[in-house]
């Protein structure tokens, strides 16, 4: 499993892949990327103080 973070502006977009998937995108950290969302469903949660 690979955690991706993206910097979109202010904002942070936090994605879960496999990693076989980020190995085929070739990410990495510096890569620039372009995120589409489509999601039947988003969990929210509050961060851990």
Not at 4 to 31: H, I, K, N, W, Y
Request: with cysteine; hydrophobic share 50%.
């Amino acid at each position: 499993m690979a955690q991706v973070d993206l910097q979109c502006g202010p904002f942070r977009l936090v994605s879960l892949m496999t990693r076989e998937a980020a190995d085929d995108l070739g990410l990495e950290p510096g890569v620039l990327a372009i995120a589409s969302v489509k999601a039947t469903s988003v969990v929210v949660e509050l961060p851990t103080r």
